[in-house]
Structures are given as structure tokens and as C-alpha cells.
């Protein structure tokens, strides 16, 4: 994402296949560390998923990371590298998040820096939208009402 008031750099995205609810986490470091505080807090809310993909970054590729696997019973896959359409829903997300956060700063004049305050609003926005399958997860109807 770029430079941002704080230290933080980087977006990390989780998101279910079967609901498409996506988790979006700001994050300082793309490390092993991270990887796996973000998927020990999706496991508390939600579970342990059976199968969890990701490219072959270094975060998501080293021996924290596989042990975890082990201990929640999970299968962990990779993308081959340089085939991003494998993974293309996420990437999808990723594309929107660009798109959204642009947009807003351009906008509403913005400084860009301040993309990390924007975040819970683009993941609100992407979970909410109409054809999502959000009420699976949070129990809200994607048009905001009841």
C-alpha cells in the first residue's frame, strides 16, 4: 500500500471461499509473525479452516507457519509462483481495495499517507456488498438494513 503515518505498509488479506467474507489487517512487517497472529485471531472467531492458500511468500512459507497447520488440523497450500489467477479472488479483493482507498483519497483530498484509517470502511464495504454472502457470517443483510 505505501507509506502511512504510522509504520504500517501493508495490507494483509484473509477471506473465506465459501461466505467471501474477507478480513483485512493493517500490518507493519510482512513476517511469519504477523501471518500467524492473523490466523490464530480468524481461527478464534471463526474456526480453523479446513484448507487455507497462499502464494509463496516468506511469511506464509517457513516452519512457524507449517507447525501452526499442524496443530490446527489444517492443510496449507501454495500458488505456484508468478500464477496470481490461481488465487484470483483474493487478488480480485486486493484490486478493489486499491481501487476504493484512490478513489476516496482523490475525493475527499485525503493525504494519501492516511490509507490505514480508511481500512475498516473498505472491509465493511466489501463485505457488505450486495450479493455477498455476509449474512452467513455477521448476520447482517448486505443492504445495511433488516
Not at 480468524?42 to 496443530?71: C, I, M, Y
Request: charged letters at 20%.
Amino acid at each position: 500500500m505505501g507509506e502511512s503515518f504510522r509504520d504500517s505498509k501493508y495490507v494483509l488479506v484473509l477471506k473465506d471461499h465459501a461466505s467471501h467474507y474477507c478480513n483485512l489487517v493493517v500490518v507493519d512487517t510482512a513476517d511469519s509473525a504477523v501471518s500467524v497472529e492473523a490466523l490464530l485471531m480468524w481461527h478464534a472467531r471463526f474456526g480453523p479452516p479446513p484448507v487455507w492458500t497462499s502464494d509463496q511468500g516468506s511469511q506464509f512459507k517457513n516452519e512457524v507457519v507449517s507447525k501452526l497447520s499442524r496443530r490446527l488440523w489444517t492443510a496449507q497450500q501454495f500458488t505456484p509462483v508468478n500464477c496470481p489467477w490461481i488465487n484470483g479472488s483474493v487478488e480480485r479483493v486486493n484490486r478493489d481495495i486499491l481501487q476504493v482507498i484512490r478513489t476516496v483519497i482523490l475525493e475527499y483530498k485525503i493525504n494519501r499517507r492516511d490509507w490505514l484509517y480508511l481500512m475498516p470502511s473498505v472491509q465493511a464495504s466489501i463485505n457488505h456488498t450486495a450479493g455477498c454472502r455476509a449474512l452467513l457470517v455477521t448476520g447482517l443483510h448486505a443492504s445495511g438494513y433488516t
